[in-house]
């Protein structure tokens, strides 16, 4: 298993399990004195000087790059959103969404399954937030292809848990949250 750091990428213990981790600030972090917290120093320490994943790339291939996960973000973006990213890919803050759909591409990789949070509740962890006009906002918690899970609030009220078309939030004109960062649920209330 691998847990992504930024924009690096982590062995993760066998035997790690959800206790292990802890929110700390606007992220995920290993608990103190876990085996997982020792063994992610040390790959951490051994890589610490390592080059980010697009260092000495040529521009040219950072675009070709971003493109790529720009498409493997298409379940996930409305046609609007996507081509408001893609014209960024030339302008002067290329850069920031060059990395944006990097750690978006690796952020719902690590999303959990449908079902494999069940018990937890408004401890499971948000990962991704989708908002559409006033206040309606969807939280997913777990996704698998086009279908997720996660509490939707329509009305500001508060929502309800319960499974989720990605492609009907897009359709009604969802727009996936650029800034957003995962948190358990009771956190988004």
Do not use: C
Request: overall charge negative; hydrophobic content about 40%; proline content about 4%.
């Amino acid at each position: 298993m691998k847990m992504l750091i930024g924009t690096r990428e982590y062995d993760v213990p066998d035997g790690t399990t959800p206790d292990q981790f802890e929110i700390h600030g606007s992220g995920l972090v290993a608990k103190p004195g876990t085996v997982l917290e020792t063994a992610l120093k040390a790959e951490f320490d051994a890589e610490a000087n390592a080059p980010r994943y697009d260092a000495g790339l040529t521009e040219r291939f950072k675009l070709e790059l971003a493109q790529r996960n720009l498409r493997a973000l298409k379940d996930f973006m409305g046609d609007a959103q996507t081509a408001v990213v893609r014209e960024a890919f030339r302008g002067e803050e290329r850069q920031f969404f060059y990395d944006l759909v990097h750690e978006l591409v690796a952020r719902i990789a690590m999303i959990p399954k449908i079902r494999a949070t069940d018990g937890q509740g408004d401890g499971a962890i948000a990962w991704l937030r989708y908002f559409a006009g006033g206040s309606a906002e969807v939280f997913v918690t777990e996704v698998d292809g086009e279908e997720a899970f996660g509490r939707a609030d329509l009305y500001g009220d508060g929502g309800e848990l319960g499974y989720i078309s990605i492609a009907e939030v897009l359709s009604a004109g969802g727009e996936l949250d650029f800034h957003f960062t995962p948190k358990p649920l009771k956190e988004t209330k």
